[in-house]
């Protein structure tokens, strides 16, 4: 008898709409929010996941800029996006919508939450070691209290964000 191998399933996500939506549709729409990024609006589209489920999803930065990251989501709308277990380690989410993102059991760790809307995210298990936590609103204390690493959270400029997540605990 031959034992034939399970295909590996592609990943894949669920847009706005309810549309199911591949690994290379991803690519093509983070191409386009590069380009806008680059140009400074001029051309390429700004990035807007609003919505969207992205369960599992790599958004780790391939390409890194002379910081040492790259602001691959910058400006970009993930509100109410579902994020659970994505991996958005050393990426920098300045200026980028969180609000009522669900980022359970995401990795965060080395990433940059600088001027990032975070009203109503969860972090339940969220790993936060090293993150740079800056943002202009702040999440419901009882979801980042149950975040990872908490202690390890950094700041550049204000430390104000950082002191409610550490009394969180």
């Given at each position: 008898s031959t034992v034939r191998a399970e295909e590996k399933k592609e990943?894949?996500?669920i847009d706005r709409n309810s549309k199911t939506r591949t690994l290379k549709d991803l690519q093509e729409i983070l191409s386009y929010h590069g380009e806008w990024e680059s140009?400074?609006?001029?051309?390429?589209?700004?990035?807007?996941?609003?919505h969207a489920k992205l369960n599992k999803v790599d958004l780790r930065p391939?390409?890194?800029?002379?910081?040492?990251?790259?602001?691959?989501?910058m400006d970009a709308n993930l509100s109410h996006t579902i994020l659970w277990e994505a991996d958005l380690s050393h990426s920098g989410l300045f200026s980028t919508d969180l609000s009522y993102a669900d980022?359970?059991?995401?990795?965060?760790?080395?990433?940059?939450?600088?001027?990032?809307?975070?009203?109503?995210?969860?972090?339940?298990?969220a790993d936060?070691?090293?993150?740079?936590?800056?943002?202009?609103?702040?999440?419901?204390?009882?979801?980042?209290?149950?975040?990872?690493?908490?202690?390890?959270?950094?700041?550049?400029?204000?430390?104000?964000a950082l002191s409610f997540a550490m009394n969180s605990e």
């Open positions: 990943w894949t996500w140009t400074r609006g001029q051309s390429g589209k700004l990035l807007n996941l609003s391939r390409y890194y800029n002379s910081m040492g990251l790259t602001p691959l989501l980022l359970m059991w995401a990795k965060l760790n080395d990433a940059y939450l600088v001027n990032t809307e975070l009203k109503g995210a969860s972090f339940i298990g936060l070691q090293g993150t740079v936590f800056e943002p202009i609103s702040l999440p419901n204390i009882r979801w980042i209290a149950r975040a990872r690493n908490l202690e390890y959270l950094r700041y550049f400029r204000t430390p104000d």
